[in-house]
């Protein structure tokens, strides 16, 4: 929704060139891909997937409620049923026919070859739905005519490439046309339902996965242009008033809407925005995406119709620039074709403030800026798009030098809350931050529209509350937010206070929720028959508990062995100890095992060691577990090998399946920001220090010793628990091939984004037993106890320990 006026013509910015009025004729049928298709693609897919799931999962339901509404229909007189049985039949034949055969006599072959692709595409889709779903098209019991009426009502391969076909020929064709297809596609899916006569017909999985697959091809080949054309616009522009003697396509940014430069015949220029259904569609598209992604933006519902958009956006111009914001003047508005209409402005000479040079941003033009926006606050009008590309630098043809416009309110409001006005101060803060630093933009808005307005946006100072342009520079110039905060909480003299929640969910939400899902889906038929895995449980040998937790108390004294190696420093090794069982207790509030990191940072430097010193340690210790961790897997994964035959392990290819599970996990964990974030700023100092931290304990080889003995022991111990476990269940593979499993497993845990690797683990566990031969009836079970004794038992020791060491002041 994006209105971008040109830079200064004096820079050189490309258009296209001069069109006299008078020289303008038929233009060239040009095809595009529209955000149209795109919109449709995503909500027919949608739908498609819905309707999909449902008759998958829940087909009583959904195929009954076809049949009563077909069984509702039906017609019981015998020579009417025979005639809708032969129309239906002819007509679909009749139908189908037409859609290939015409564009061949009319020699549209490039319609033809979107109908043919339209085709072959959808029955490629819905055979591969039949075929996951099951028996959609069941053959007729019947005879004669009504057998055939049947076998066609219910055939959905042809009636979802019919429905395909309709949606890619429909750019081609006339609006009268449209609507007979429109109207012909009611009739038959109306004829469908009465002559199935009871049987269900699938009518709602045929059109949405016809018409997902119709606008996929229009999306892939794209459709005729429905842009206005030059002399479309210069008409409708002569009919409000405004004689255009050339017109020109603006090469500038102008999210939302076509731009062009017309000249009038008194000499001056006016900037013109096309809107049309392509950009109703966009917008649609950016307002699902918003409404999925964020909340509390303030977003209000899309308006009915391109037409209370237009006239939106020129309601607001008109009032911002009636209370005395300087903006252009909006010279008319029309409508131009049969879809679009134009938004007429004067055009302003001078280029807006992401093309200027900084050293132009003097503390005057900053003042000049804040002006307009306290204009806009004082009358409640929220412009929500106040990035640097909406503020124009133009000469004010006097001495007092270029004056800052504000341009573009296609996605602002009237009578805006506090929160809207709020969000655009923080976005105008961050855009000017980026230009002049923070300490200048924040002076600047102290200075002019007062500290606590400026307080007040502090809750928004966060990425997913900018525009995208905003966000991609902020990823340029890291830790400017943060300092932009400080200097706000600095200038205003006020607390950091908690930012306002703005999305709806994080990656790392959207990944744990995968993960369980798929948990959940793999794990089901196993966990329904609850009584026998009860009966399993009955049956294990819970005497292997008791060498499961000593194996758990071994491993906190192998890991207090470990800090007190990666210190030159002596430390007591009973609150060392209980540092160790507490960031078991930390770790489950933090992904990759930073809370457990960070604890013993603190913990250290209580001790007295110094920040660097602490994290030097810590880091040390890690990358110590790291290189045992490593080596260990190495070493078993090839003793499961040699021993494969007399343990069961066909192939060790098996182990190497599961490693590359874990890089996955690992992988797509660190596609999302949450998590790279956690890793940057907690993990990469850690480990960082680790090379400060051998080289002093490479001084005292004692200590290098209890750093190795003890983190290689802390993996082995358990690796030690969890062939216990598989033990207490009857598993009979050796330890080797347990152990290699385990060290598979626990890789997961360190990658993957959830608290200690919940889910991650089990799944990973799960599977890797599977793999080597462990039926899921063993299998499953095992992980549970294995996770519970590690996992869930530590808990609350973990958090006594956290409030002793809290207590005594080691934290």
Known sequence: MTQRHPPNRATGTATSPDVPAESLGTETITFERSPLDVYRLVVYTAGALVVVLSTKYLREGTDGLEENLSSLLSVNTQALRDALDVTFVVGTFLASLAVLVVPLVMRRWRVFGYVLSANLLAGAAIAAVDHWVGDLD???????????????????????????????????????????????????????????????????????????????????????????????IIRALAHSGLAATSIRRASVDARGSVPWFAELDDGSEVFVKVLGTNQRAADLLFRLYRMVRLRNVGDERPFSSLRRTVEHEALVALAARDVGVRTPRLRAVCSVGADSFVLAYDLIEGASLDSVEPDELTDEVLEAIWKQVALLRQHRIAHRDLRLANVFLADSGGEGGALPWLIDFGFSEVAADDSLLSADLAQLLTSLALAVGPQRAVSSAVATIGADDVAGSLARLQPAAMSGSTQKALKAHEGLLEELRVEVERRCAVAEPELEPVTRFTGGQVLSLALIVAVIYFLAPRLADLPGLFGEVRGASWWWLLPILASLLVTYLAATASLLGSV??????????????????????????????????????????????????????????????????????????????????????????????????????????????????????????SRLGLEAVLAMPARLVLLATGSTAVTLTRALAFFFAARAFGVEDGFATIAAVYLVGSAVAALAPTPGGLGAVEAALIGALMAIGVDADFAVPCVFLYRLATFWFPLLPGWVAFRWLRHTDRL
């Open 138 to 232: 069941p053959r007729s019991v019947a005879a004669g005519t009504e057998a055939v009426a049947l076998d066609v009502s219910t055939d959905v391969v042809s009636a979802t490439q019919m429905i395909a076909s309709f949606v890619a020929v429909a750019p081609f064709v006339g609006r009268r046309w449209r609507r007979f297809g429109l109207w012909l596609v009611v009739i038959f899916t109306f004829l469908r339902l009465v002559v199935a006569n009871g049987q269900s017909t699938h009518v709602l999985m045929v059109f949405t996965v016809g018409a997902a697959v119709g606008s996929g091809v229009l999306l892939a080949f794209g459709r005729p242009s429905t842009q206005p054309s030059a002399e479309g």
């Open 568 to 689: 030159a420093q002596s430390l007591p090794p009973v609150p060392t100890l209980g540092a160790e069982v507490a960031s078991s207790f930390a770790g489950k509030v933090a992904p990759a095992g930073l809370g457990g990191m960070t604890l013993k940072v603190r913990y250290l430097q209580k001790q007295g060691l110094e920040a660097q010193a602490s994290a030097s340690a810590v880091g040390l210790n890690s990358t110590a577990g790291v290189v045992g961790h490593t080596a260990l897997l190495g070493l078993f994964a090839i003793w499961a090998g040699r021993e494969a035959t007399g343990f069961g392990l066909d192939s060790p290819r098996a182990l190497l399946v599961g490693l590359g599970v874990a890089v996955l996990f690992g992988a797509v964990a660190l596609v999302f920001p949450h998590t790279r974030s956690a890793v940057g700023q907690e993990l990469l100092p850690i480990l960082q220090g």
